[in-house]
């Protein structure tokens, strides 16, 4: 079963527009974490943030979390040709095996 | 590059057959976790290793099974294919276990199934 729903499936945007996506989860969490994947390729770590944050940023990337709501968004701003790809939420478990989203597939057009 | 590597890349197997996919977890890495990703969808948890011994198990059927080596490394065996099980797989290492461990993946396994 997945634990968490992105939204939008998919998003087409111009380069240089910013790119936000959004990530719902249905129990409590430990942390929550975004990763990207390439073209059907393994998925690369972009950021963690934990239960007791409401904000991160890492470049160009800000996620914020809201317990209350059980979601989180990612925000890339300033996009790029390079970030198209699709973008995965995942939370841990009480056995801390990570439960995955349906991930949004971000197109950027240049 | 995460240090993760998987082998082989591509695979075609016939319905029936078994099949050995094999992952070299970063170095000093004790855990490592196994998905399985169809077209279109997120990753679904097949099983964790940690040191050697196995640590949870996602919705999949006996005839998913696994090792891990005591370098680390890991395997996954699907027997009995059937065409339901072309996929991505994925093999993931990480530190250590614990929830806020970052997850390091392979390029994965794309293997299908006639």
């Known amino acids: 079963s997945q634990q968490g729903e992105e939204d939008p499936q998919a998003l087409s945007i111009q380069e240089g527009e910013n790119a936000t996506m959004n990530c719902s989860y249905k129990t409590s969490i430990n942390n929550l974490q975004w990763y990207r994947q390439n073209s059907g390729r393994g998925l690369v770590h972009l950021i963690l943030i934990r239960s007791n944050e409401r904000e991160k940023h890492s470049g160009r990337l800000r996620v914020t979390l809201d317990t209350s709501k059980k979601s989180s968004s990612l925000l890339i701003t300033a996009s790029r040709a390079a970030d198209t790809a699709s973008y995965f939420c995942?939370?841990?478990?009480?056995?801390?095996?990570?439960?995955w989203g349906a991930g949004t597939k971000l197109i950027i057009k240049p | 590059e995460t240090g993760v590597t998987q082998s082989p890349t591509h695979l075609i197997k016939t319905r029936g057959q078994q099949v050995t996919l094999r992952c070299s977890s970063q170095s000093g890495h004790n855990t490592v976790s196994w998905y399985q990703q169809a077209l279109g969808q997120g990753p679904q948890f097949i099983f964790q290793y940690y040191r050697e011994e196995e640590n949870g198990r996602g919705n999949f059927p006996p005839r998913f099974s696994g090792l891990q080596f005591p370098n680390y490394s890991s395997e996954l065996n699907v027997n009995a294919l059937e065409l339901d099980d072309s996929a991505l797989y994925l093999c993931?290492?990480?530190?250590?276990?614990?929830?806020?461990?970052?997850?390091?993946f392979g390029q994965g396994t794309r293997l299908t199934v006639v």
């Open positions: 993931a290492s990480s530190l250590e276990l614990g929830r806020d461990t970052e997850a390091f």
């Open positions: 995942a939370t841990a478990d009480s056995n801390y095996q990570l439960i």
